[in-house]
């Protein structure tokens, strides 16, 4: 069985707003399940979008190339 969040969750677990969540779910960028009149997101869907989003930095060329960069001796 799948664990279902309301939108007070999601916003919890994004640590964003509610309004934020409904603004995600309204642009269909959040993955969420009606049932009747009630908006429930399934956790998996939701950690899986998050998964998605997850940016890799690149390492900043000035501290690449061995020069210590905006440091003050």
Do not use: H
């Not at 916003?11 to 009606?34: F, H, T």
């Amino acid at each position: 069985m799948c664990e279902m969040m309301d939108k007070k969750g999601v916003a919890d677990l994004l640590g964003v707003s509610v309004r934020q969540v409904d603004y995600l779910r309204a642009n269909e960028e959040l993955p969420y399940c009606r049932m009747g009149q009630l908006i429930r997101f399934r956790l998996e869907a939701v950690e899986e979008w998050i998964k998605n989003r997850e940016t890799v930095g690149r390492a900043c060329p000035s501290l690449t190339d061995g020069k210590a960069v905006g440091v003050l001796t």
